[in-house]
């Protein structure tokens, strides 16, 4: 017993012995320093969540980012090491910790630093096009990685939806059957079908493995299609994605069962065109207008819940916080990342892709949260299960705004502008984090790493270019296109970027 006794103790008193050595070595630092500043502070790591790390502790001001780390392992007794980021009154720590102390803070009062883990994988930035791949005659409208990454599909102006081999970047099948440009594509979640709406208002579904259409072609809509959206695949019956919803220039919102090829309800009340659709964790759909209003739909009944309004021109588009975690299902981008890729077996994909979603859902706070951009240059934040009222309204931009992503660990809103500007926004309280400039002409459309520690853009400019969040600054130029960037994405195992545009040529790139 009294052996037993002893080790507690030891291990008990082992963090604090570690972070007693951790100030002095980091105190002699300071003193070795020529007119560093040798006062102290008392500071208490907390989590997002609130809870206390252990003790308020007593930290030189010079203290580097680095000593921060090692302190918060020690008092968490981790034997693995997390990355965290850490933030004092709601600025980050990139250096030290006077960097980001006001003059308010003193002896007396307890400092708080506030820690996020990230994500333990690493995304490297992609430096270069390794295919350039032509095929489509008209400019490209849509690309975009399956959720499990094992394929690629394309949508154009000439009508086609292309699929295109991912490993050897070659084209794998030309689809036809659209009589009018390809709008959009979207991928169910399941990463079993694709979905493809064009200007004549008809929706298609494909099968990535053979390139033959699904089922009949889906008819109803009087006007062209702007958006489509799967249902999520923890919400599913069985694990297999089978409602899609669609939305168009004609104001309504349909929900298709895909398998018998039948619309199940049509959903209106809006007074102009819709511009962006989300089919949300919770089961709502959020559509958002021309009409300047984005409304919520329970998709179970078709009932609209909620009109949300405070946008003064039209609505171009719509994100959730919880987007990334439903894109990618049951796939984990960090299992996607190994030499043997492990692929979620189909019996097992909803209660993998349920857990993904509550645990973004638990990052972000339990809070499903709605960003939306707009042509009167602003962004709102809202939460739309809980309040008709925007928590923030996001100015800046001095242009319309195209296109709005949430960072996949939910704690970023990154929004893209013709204003040439990316800017970053807080995803819990819409507050200005940094603006990103590099692009000399308008953003069309972004894309986040996996890790969430970089963003690619493409522009007006015919570049993309990377974007290194933590360092607020660009990584890398990347020219090659002719033409303008219409779409980019960034593959779920951060291991390639896609980009098309009005050149017609679809270019692979990788780190």
Request: proline residues 4%.
């Amino acid at each position: 017993m009294e052996v037993g006794m002893k080790r507690d103790n030891e291990e008990d008193s082992e963090a604090p012995e570690k972070i007693m050595k951790m100030n002095e070595t980091s105190e002699d630092t300071a003193d070795g320093m020529e007119n560093a500043d040798k006062e102290n502070v008392l500071a208490l790591f907390r989590s997002e969540s609130g809870e206390a790390a252990g003790p308020p502790v007593e930290l030189p001001i010079v203290l580097a980012r680095d000593k921060l780390q090692q302190i918060l392992n020690a008092f968490l007794q981790q034997e693995d090491e997390t990355p965290y980021s850490f933030f004092v009154n709601d600025k980050e720590v990139t250096q030290e910790l006077s960097k980001v102390m006001d003059s308010k803070t003193n002896e007396e009062k307890v400092m708080t630093i506030l820690y996020q883990p990230q994500a333990v994988f690493r995304v490297r930035p992609v430096a270069r096009c390794t295919s350039s791949m032509p095929g489509h005659a008209e400019a490209v409208l849509s690309a975009s990685f399956s959720p499990d990454c094992r394929h690629l599909a394309s949508g154009s102006g000439d009508t086609t939806v292309r699929f295109w081999d991912v490993g050897t970047e070659t084209p794998h099948f030309t689809c036809r059957g659209h009589r009018h440009w390809v709008l959009v594509t979207s991928w169910s979640t399941d990463g079993e079908r694709l979905a493809s709406a064009c200007k004549a208002g008809q929706i298609f579904i494909w099968d990535p493995k053979t390139g033959k259409q699904i089922g009949r072609t889906l008819t109803g809509h009087k006007q062209w299609i702007t958006a489509l959206c799967w249902e999520p695949l923890h919400l599913t019956s069985d694990g297999k994605c089978v409602r899609l919803a669609s939305a168009g220039k004609d104001g309504n919102v349909r929900i298709w069962n895909t398998n018998h090829g039948s619309c199940e309800k049509v959903l209106s009340n809006h007074v102009q065109g819709i511009t962006a659709l989300k089919w949300g964790g919770e089961g709502l759909i959020y559509s958002a207008s021309q009409d300047r209003t984005i409304k919520m739909w329970r998709a179970s009944d078709g009932v609209m819940c909620r009109t949300f309004q405070g946008h003064g021109h039209w609505v171009n588009t719509l994100a959730l916080n919880t987007d990334y975690a439903l894109r990618i299902g049951a796939y984990k981008p960090e299992a996607m990342m190994q030499d043997r890729p492990h692929i979620t077996e189909s019996e097992k994909r909803k209660s993998y892709a349920e857990k993904q979603y509550k645990e973004a859902l638990a990052a972000a706070g339990g809070v499903e949260r709605l960003a939306s951009g707009s042509d009167d240059f602003t962004l709102f934040l809202w939460e739309p299960s809980k309040s008709r009222k925007p928590i923030e309204r996001m100015t800046g931009h001095q242009q319309l705004v195209n296109d709005v992503k949430f960072s996949p660990d939910t704690r970023l809103i990154a929004s893209a502008s013709f204003d040439k500007s990316i800017r970053l926004w807080s995803g819990v309280n819409g507050r200005f984090l940094a603006v990103l400039r590099g692009h000399v002409n308008g953003v069309y459309q972004i894309a986040w790493s996996a890790d969430s520690r970089l963003l690619v853009s493409g522009s007006k400019d015919s570049t993309l270019k990377v974007w290194n969040i933590g360092a607020r600054k660009m990584e890398l130029d990347l020219p090659g296109h002719a033409d303008e960037v219409y779409a980019v994405d960034w593959s779920p195992d951060g291991q390639r970027v896609v980009s098309g545009g009005k050149d017609k040529i679809l270019k692979m790139w990788r780190r």
